[in-house]
């Protein structure tokens, strides 16, 4: 079985803090992704890599930046968190392949507080 | 550019009974479509995706799903659900290209007894 883990279920920052929330996946996945999910608009997608050292901007990059390394460890970095990205935040991961149709397989969430 | 809408935000239900929960798309390429599950305090996990052929999809815990080209619909289906099936519901479309997802708003499944 795929397992993607988190390294925290809970956290609570203060705001203007630096927030590293970390994934590591073990399915030797090429893709990782960070989305954060909000009631009522369900997850956006914040970045993702398609490889070591490789990152893209999803659809709210602002205020976020990643980190890849390792194939199987994807990191968000807040810089500076503010209280408007207190969400919950959730990795996933898939194998590679043209096209799209590839199952993600996502982490059990971090709920991120600042205060 | 691609979205998915999710037609209701609650859905209550009681046990045993029929659900359809409702998920329109748009796009201008072909896509592939996806439902996924969030159970309370967990992660999502896939319940069925629709790549080509059939327009009926089978899923697990007896969920399908029928895609529509012309309706540009994915609707979710089960028969007769279990308080088991209480969750969140998300409705995703991947483009074929590059594979991200675009997901929906969610539906959230309450089922009384």
């Known amino acids: 079985d795929v397992k993607v883990t988190q390294s925290s279920r809970y956290l609570v920052k203060r705001t203007g803090e630096k927030v590293f929330l970390e994934c590591v996946q073990d399915?030797?996945?090429?893709?990782m992704f960070w989305y954060r999910q909000d009631p009522g608009l369900g997850l956006r997608l914040i970045y993702f890599s398609y490889d070591v050292k490789m990152k893209e901007k999803g659809d709210i990059p602002e205020g976020y930046s990643v980190s890849r390394e390792k194939k199987e460890r994807f990191s968000l970095i807040l810089e500076s968190a503010s209280t408007n990205q207190t969400s919950m935040y959730l990795c996933?991961?898939?194998?590679?392949?043209?096209?799209?149709?590839?199952?993600?397989?996502f982490g059990p969430g971090t709920r991120l507080t600042v205060l | 550019a691609q979205s998915v809408t999710q037609l209701d935000s609650q859905v209550p239900v009681f046990e045993e009974a029929p659900v359809e929960l409702r998920c329109n798309y748009s796009s201008s390429v072909s896509v592939y479509l996806f439902w996924y599950v969030q159970y309370p305090n967990q992660g999502l996990q896939l319940l069925l995706k629709?790549?080509?052929?059939?327009?009926l999809v089978k899923g697990i815990n007896g969920f399908e799903a029928e895609f529509n080209k012309s309706q540009t619909s994915f609707h979710l289906r089960k028969p007769s659900v279990h308080i088991s099936d209480t969750a969140e519901y998300f409705c995703?479309?991947?483009?074929?290209?590059?594979?991200?997802?675009?997901f929906g708003q969610g539906t959230e499944l309450s089922v009384k007894p």
């Open positions: 629709y790549l080509s052929g059939s327009t």
């Open positions: 996933a991961s898939s194998p590679p392949g043209a096209g799209g149709n590839n199952e993600q397989f």
């Open positions: 995703a479309v991947s483009d074929t290209f590059v594979g991200k997802l675009i």
């Open positions: 399915m030797d996945h090429e893709n």
